[in-house]
């Protein structure tokens, strides 16, 4: 499968998950506030921080009306314009995560955006709504950096689409999300195994973009299906106005979650069946062998009644309990006491 690397960081199969805390637009046009929220990401140890970098002018006519799912009195136009990101912010955004130990990137939302965006990020990452929009995709792409897609709404079909139109460009450097387009998400409507089937369908890292309120079901899930990213909504507080915060991590949650992440990571090993450092006490201690239940003269039968398998605790290990067929009418090379552990030489 093809993994992408992000300044030095590998994403993809065999390596740790890559958390993205979404800041979106949780800065509510606040700079404090998005540095803030860079911090968050920091303290909680994620791998990237990203925001978002759209015009509601490029989003929708301004005769949109309101959207019924929001449920604010304000046209789709205003709400968009409200919560746009200055894109004076980026320099410093950008050199604040750098020196903070992270990542920062954002999804673009129209070409003159990702034009913006392009000095200050290692990667981009295409949201769900514009994953039909092949112009603005194929635009990302031929700058060459890794782009993370989401694939809320889509058919199977449609991502296929996407795909090919994206390394059509000669860019390979796609990692696909599964993303339910629901705020909040609930858990049954997150659908994981999808990840699974877009790995199967793309030979392309794959990944969960969770907005389920929950912050570790759908990341611990992901991640034992073999997720390469996560992405997750972060804020400073759920009591902040705006239509995202409501449904976002707040930082403690966020570093819960990247905790847990890494101990499903943990948890899930190599892969391959063998005895572990930890188990090697209990394995010598615990594991049966065969023993003497009695005393046994020398060239008495072994049977059944004073041979057994037995755990061997710090006694001298004898033969296998798989060996006991062969033992049994075999006679004792010796006279052996009971308890006594049964080898080759004690055989005859």
């Known amino acids: 499968m093809m993994t992408i690397d992000v300044a030095g960081r590998r994403i ?4 740790p998950c890559y958390i993205v805390a979404e800041a979106g637009s949780n800065h509510n046009g606040s700079l404090e506030q998005a540095l803030a929220l860079i911090d968050a990401a920091a303290d909680a140890s994620a791998d990237a921080v990203k925001f978002q970098l759209f015009r509601a002018s490029k989003l929708y ?3 949109a009306g309101q959207s019924d799912y929001l449920g604010v009195p304000k046209s789709i136009y205003e709400i968009i314009h409200e919560m746009e990101m200055p894109p004076g912010w980026l320099p410093q955004l950008a ?7 992270i990542h920062f990137f954002a999804a673009p939302f129209d070409e003159e955006s990702a034009d913006l965006l392009d000095p200050h990020v290692d990667l981009f990452k295409i949201a769900s709504y514009e994953m039909s929009h092949i112009p603005l995709l194929e635009h990302v792409a031929r700058k060459g950096k890794p782009v993370i897609l989401s694939t809320g709404t889509a058919t199977l079909e449609e991502v296929a689409k996407s795909v090919e139109a994206f390394l059509a460009t000669g860019n390979r ?19 994981v195994r999808a990840l699974v089937t877009l790995a199967e369908r793309f030979d392309l890292p794959t990944g969960l973009s969770d907005h389920s309120r929950d912050p570790v079901v759908g990341p611990m899930t992901a991640v034992a299906l073999g997720a390469s990213v996560i992405e997750k909504h972060v804020t400073l507080s759920n009591r902040l106005p705006g239509p995202d915060h409501a449904f976002a991590v707040e930082p403690r949650e966020l570093s819960r979650l990247v905790r847990r992440v890494r101990e499903t990571e943990a948890a899930l090993g190599s892969g391959r069946k063998e005895v572990l450092e930890v188990e090697q006490e209990l394995r010598a201690f615990s594991r049966r062998a065969l023993f003497t239940t009695r ?14 398998a037995l755990r061997t605790g710090k006694l001298q290990r004898g033969l296998p309990p798989e060996e006991l067929p062969r033992v049994l009418g075999r006679k004792a ?10 080898g080759e030489d004690e055989l005859r």
Not at 95 to 101: F, I, L, V, Y
């Open 173 to 191: 450097q796609l990692v696909l999300l599964q993303c339910t387009a629901r705020y909040p998400t609930p858990i049954p409507s997150l659908n």
């Open 333 to 342: 090379a010796r006279d052996l006491p009971a308890e006594a552990s049964l």
């Open 295 to 308: 005393a046994v003269a020398e060239g008495e039968l072994f049977t059944k009644e004073n041979v057994a």
């Open 12 to 15: 993809g199969p065999g390596s």
């Open 95 to 101: 050199e604040h995560a750098r020196s903070s130990g």
């Open 61 to 63: 006519p301004k005769g």
